[in-house]
């Protein structure tokens, strides 16, 4: 569970062992995990100096007309500051700063609106990236939590299906006559 904390102001590369290249384009998702990577040394920005940093990134499914994609976000800075990346991509998704305290495993299972464009890394190879995250506003448009499964299994530990915001609670009642 990361808290957010307040804070002013290149190591080995964690992320989810993704086999196919989710397509450009606008698209509904849904977040489905979230990767934890705590104590981590690396080089400070723009410095040969290092520093031991927290870090985070999260795993959508997102609905294509080619059918579901799983698309990971950029690893980013555990921090709450207003300039940090976590802290802006989480103000992009849900429309509000995140305040010192907020627990990022909260988002595991929210749904959100992701644009998809590609790069090409140092060695040639193309993967997608997150170029803007935004709310879903039909949450009824995104995926399902169980579409596709989590390369090497949740990192989280959050059971996405007890926390997903698109399911629509039955209004059956006996008593009820609507």
Request: aromatic share 8%.
């Amino acid at each position: 569970m990361a808290i957010l904390k307040a804070t002013g102001g290149g190591s080995d590369y964690r992320s989810y062992k993704l086999e196919t290249l989710a397509p450009k384009g606008t698209y509904s998702a849904i977040c489905i995990d979230c990767m934890e990577s705590l104590e981590v040394e690396r080089n400070k920005w723009q410095s040969d100096e290092t520093e031991v940093v927290d870090l985070l990134r999260y795993l959508f499914i997102v609905k294509t007309k080619e059918g579901p994609f799983l698309l990971q976000s950029n690893e980013m800075k555990i921090s709450a500051y207003k300039e940090a990346a976590l802290a802006k991509f989480i103000r992009d998704w849900t429309g509000e700063l995140p305040a010192p305290g907020f627990d990022t495993l909260n988002m595991v299972g929210e749904t959100c609106q992701v644009t998809i464009n590609h790069k090409t890394s140092s060695r040639g190879n193309p993967y997608p990236v997150i170029s803007s995250i935004a709310p879903l506003l039909d949450p009824a448009m995104a995926p399902g939590f169980d579409e596709l499964d989590i390369p090497g299994g949740s990192r989280s530990g959050v059971d996405v299906k007890a926390t997903t915001s698109t399911e629509v609670e039955s209004d059956d009642d006996d008593e009820s006559p609507f």
